[in-house]
């Protein structure tokens, strides 16, 4: 327990925050600093293999240790952390035995982690918890699953009886910011198929993700001297806030959950002459995905002719799509996983991700890729927290799954 704890703490001590404005590969010099120390930690502990490309991917592999043919599988995660929130000079906080109460994360600042707000708190009552001190988010997205995966396959290298086949493992950088798996070698990394460790709630299997797309939208006024502007003035902000209006009002994330769609708006700026908005569209269902993007591009379409003037310019771009497509025709890997939570007393909650992985994309570059839980909670904000327990299912999991496959093809 407590190698995972220090293990789990040397990672997010690193900051690893990705740019969505830069088009270099990876998007911040800094995710290099974990990539490389990961590649010295993969050889520390045998494995084979290890390497990191120009892009930054880092790769390895654990050769089998039986003599018949097991498929090769692979355990993936992102060492990047969300843009949305600092990950500059994390400094997590330990809290043992956790009593069900208000966690104080900051007292100068009065930032509590509260159960009443955070029902999902309860679940861990007596566990040790890893948190933020509420000035910066913790990276246990991902860095929970990068300790899962490099725990699972140390303790496969010490423990020679357990049984599996060539297992591979890949780190990638720029997850957050929906580029993952774009430079990701599927030939190279060489797996029948693969799971990412990118979950949050333990028990967390997945085969099924948002459809996404990014909207920018942007507004083109003219500025005037107020005192003069009697119909001259075209305020942009103005405009922005009639576009928003036209918009369904309840189909957005904190309205919606399930299969449910939505259209996001996470990114805004504005003056009178010109106003920038950054949308999110996600759906699960292709079809109700391509009517937003449609729905969305009609708004501007309808409004530019109540203006008299294409004042509104909307651009759209496809990210990632449901990887359940390409999951259901080999669903007896979605069946390990959960037989291999359940041999473990794990309740697995096979459900839709609300969001998407790297796991997505891989699945449409040839490499089926479900999701499995890496046990963190409040991702990308000052609130996240992961129980230490978590973290060993999770590595408890990849073992078992590992074990499962080695003896389901031995014929």
Known sequence: MQKIINRFLKYVSIDTQSDPNNQEFPSTEKQWDLANLLVDELKEIGMHDVNIDDNAYVMATLPSNVEHKVPIIGFIAHFDTSPDFTGTNVKAQIHKNYDGKDIILNKEENIILSPSYFEDLLLYKGQTLITTDGTTLLGADDKAGITEIISAMEYLIQHPEIKHGTIKVGFTP???????????????????????????????????????????????????????????????????????????????????????????????????????????????????????????????????????????????????FNMREKIEPVMHIVDIAEEAMKQLNIKPLIKAIRGGTDGSQLSYKGLPCPNIFAGGHNFHGRYEYVPVESIQKATDVIIKIAEITAKRYNN
């Open 174 to 320: 720029d997850e957050e910011v929906g580029k993952g798996a774009h430079k990701f070698d599927v030939e190279k990394f060489g797996a029948d198929w693969a799971y990412t460790m990118d979950g949050s709630q333990v028990g967390e299997l997945e085969y099924e993700n948002f459809n996404a797309a990014g909207a920018k939208v942007t507004i083109n006024g003219k500025i005037v001297h107020p005192g003069y502007a009697k119909g001259k003035m075209i305020n942009s902000m103005l405009i922005a806030a009639d576009f928003m209006k036209a918009l369904p009002q309840n189909e957005i994330p904190q309205e919606t959950e399930g299969y449910e769609g939505f259209f996001h708006l996470h990114g805004m700026r504005g003056e009178v002459e010109k106003t920038e908005l950054e949308y999110i569209i996600r759906d699960h269902d292709i079809d109700l995905f391509e009517k937003r993007k449609k729905q969305f591009q009609d708004i501007a379409d309808d409004l530019n002719k109540e203006l008299g003037d294409d004042l509104i310019q909307v651009e759209i771009k496809d990210q990632y």
